[in-house]
């Protein structure tokens, strides 16, 4: 059964304590508190930071995994593994929105996980702020698509997820047919335009957590986030179609903009290099097929 609770502060740590019998014993939960604190607000990568604070909710708690959400990304952060109970938190900060946790539970907590998450919250904020910046410097200048730099990020974290929580993925690579004609029949400025439209159509027939990346001159790849192969071919046929209706060279050449689209969904214990190459080589079979068409990999 998943549950939600929804977390506003300030920090507990903060507030005045409450003056109780055994007051020595008090004072030293306070220190431990205090120590999290400093350690959790050292770390900046979020990744890191998530492994920290489930080393610590481990020691007393049956956690046995988190995954992080931020708001407004198709990103998952994730450690530990997964279980077949989660719990979910909608996180807040100072009337800022963070995201949403999910911890992998094997028994009852009994405190709501809201509490359970509050010393996580100002340290969270910090390292999602220091996230956004580094994001800045992994988008590609021309389509404002993800640049190879993204790209590997994501493709580490969906296998992380695959691995840890079971949950699949599929990824297309497409490639823009007969581009090089374009680029030596109308120049580089043409060509620059057909690649910023044709990411643009792409990334319209995508879902709110799908990513699409510019791996490089006229190629492109998309992350399914939890999809199966067969609704990834959907989707890759969605893209396909689109691009070939909408987009267009100029009217002296009356031209259609295709692409080719090859599908693979990750396999268990698989590397991203293995599920690379297997949608390369569907990609490959597209292109000698005849193009304009989605191959799913074997």
């Known amino acids: 059964m998943a549950g939600a609770d929804i977390l506003q502060f300030p ?13 020595p014993a008090q004072r030293a939960l306070g220190l431990a508190e205090l120590e ?10 979020l990744r890191k930071l998530l492994e920290l604070f489930l080393e610590e909710l481990r020691l007393t708690l049956p956690v046995e995994g988190l995954c ?9 952060f994730v450690a530990g ?16 929105y963070l995201g949403q946790v999910e911890a992998q539970v094997r028994g009852e907590l009994h405190s709501p996980l809201a509490a359970l ?3 996580l919250a100002a340290p969270l904020s910090n390292a999602l702020q220091h996230h956004r910046l580094k994001l800045l410097a992994r988008k590609d200048p021309l389509t404002g698509l993800g640049n190879r730099m993204a790209l590997d990020a ?12 079971g949950q699949p993925f599929a990824m297309l690579i497409a490639d823009i047919d007969h581009f090089k004609r ?7 400025s043409a060509g620059d335009q057909v690649i910023r439209a044709v990411a643009t159509q792409a990334r319209d027939c995508l879902r709110p957590y799908d990513q699409a990346f510019r791996f490089g001159g006229e190629e492109f790849v998309v992350i399914l986030s939890q999809t199966s192969l067969a609704k990834g071919m959907q989707i890759a046929e969605r ?12 009217a002296a050449t009356t031209g259609k903009i295709t692409v080719s689209i090859g599908a693979a969904e990750i396999r268990d214990a698989e590397t991203v290099d293995g599920l690379f190459d297997r949608a390369d080589r569907a990609l490959y079979r597209a292109k000698s097929e005849g193009r304009n068409r989605s191959i799913a990999a074997d």
Request: hydrophobic share 35%; charged share 25%.
């Open 11 to 23: 920090h507990p740590i903060a507030q005045p304590a409450q003056p109780l019998a055994g007051a």
């Open 36 to 45: 999290l604190s400093n350690r959790l607000h050292r770390q900046l990568d």
């Open 68 to 76: 992080y959400s931020p708001p407004d990304s198709a990103e998952c």
């Open 81 to 96: 593994r997964g279980t077949t109970r989660t719990l979910r938190s909608r996180l807040h900060l100072a009337g800022e």
């Open 117 to 119: 998450l509050a010393p």
């Open 154 to 165: 994501a493709l580490a974290t969906e296998v992380a997820r695959a691995q840890r929580f």
């Open 182 to 188: 374009i680029n030596d029949s109308l120049g580089h």
């Open 239 to 250: 893209i396909r179609k689109r691009i070939a209706q909408r987009c267009s060279l100029d």
